[in-house]
């Protein structure tokens, strides 16, 4: 049975936002819900966690066309998700095999991509761009992704997982699938971080149509990619979310003078899911990372 994320996570979560007015996804029952008390729900395939559509000759009223703005603004309520292999390595790579895992011949193979960082390349000082590299040599046990961490900012954004945004007249929700993760940005009353985290702390702003979000407050225990490409805990991130037609595009400038030669960007358009009945589903992956976490040391106490 596909389990769903539960609406008590969501609920809890847009409360914490100060009480954000919804414009519900459709068919808010379980994983993915929104809120209740927004407005009415939205045509069936609309988003993951659309609900059907009555059939003909039940008394049933026809569902609400979704809008094309909330309080002025691009509606952006919907469940998300990037194509591509940025969640691999945002530059430039080759396909490769990993000869740990040959058992598994192509399956565990890594697929060519091309680069989504502009100009090609990330400008690492020298002493990161050695680092990385040793991210890249202790692959996957060194990367947060295999230990069941929350992804960060902007890897969340771009992992092989979808996400839904919850947008009502006031702050925002970005609820994630990997590791049932989540973070409000803040769209006034904005402050600094009151403490670092995985996810960081994100202050919003619209430039015209455009969705700005400043995150702050970043740990260091995150990364870009699968490929070691990695940030101290100095890290901002700056996100612009443009509406494209049905899709966004989705841009992010990285700034952390501890690992950077100057700041960078990112840019990769983000697809809106329109399949019916689409919601999230639920990935608590800490069961499936605990013997990588601990198996050593219940090795120790047999």
């Known amino acids: 049975m596909r389990n769903r994320i539960t609406g008590a996570m969501v609920a809890m979560a847009v409360a914490a936002a100060v009480s954000v007015t919804v414009m519900p996804l459709a068919g808010q029952a379980g994983r993915g819900q929104a809120p209740a008390g927004g407005a009415a729900p939205a045509p069936a395939g609309q988003g993951r966690g659309a609900a059907p559509a009555q059939p003909a000759g039940r008394g049933a009223a026809a569902p609400a066309p979704r809008p094309d703005r909330i309080a002025g603004k691009p509606n952006f309520n919907g469940v998300w998700q990037a194509m591509g292999t940025a969640y691999w390595n945002l530059e430039d790579h080759s396909a490769s ?15 060519a991509g091309q680069s989504v960082v502009e100009g090609g390349t990330i400008p690492y000082l020298p002493a990161a761009l050695k680092k990385r590299q040793e991210n890249m040599a202790g692959w996957p046990k060194s990367d947060p992704e295999a230990k069941c961490y929350m992804a960060g900012i902007p890897r969340s954004t771009y992992m092989p997982y979808p996400f839904q945004i919850v947008q009502g007249q006031k702050d925002i929700l970005f609820v994630y699938e990997y590791a049932s993760s989540n973070r409000i940005v803040h769209m006034s009353n904005h402050t600094e971080a009151p403490v670092d985290s995985w996810m960081g702390w994100s202050n919003g702003k619209w430039d015209g149509d455009t969705l700005v979000i400043e995150v702050t407050g970043f740990n260091d225990m995150t990364w870009f990619d699968r490929a070691g490409n990695f940030h101290s805990d100095a890290l901002k991130v700056t996100e612009r979310y443009t509406p494209m037609g049905d899709n966004l595009q989705y841009e992010a400038t990285i700034e952390d003078p501890n690992t950077f030669t100057r700041p960078w960007k990112i840019s990769l358009p983000i697809y809106r899911h329109m399949e019916k009945n689409f919601q999230l589903l639920e990935y608590k992956c800490v069961e499936f ?4 976490l601990y198996g050593d040391l219940k090795k120790k106490t047999e």
């Open 97 to 111: 095999g990993l000869n740990q895992f040959w058992q598994l011949g192509a399956i565990a193979a890594i697929p």
């Open 289 to 292: 990372s605990e013997e990588l």
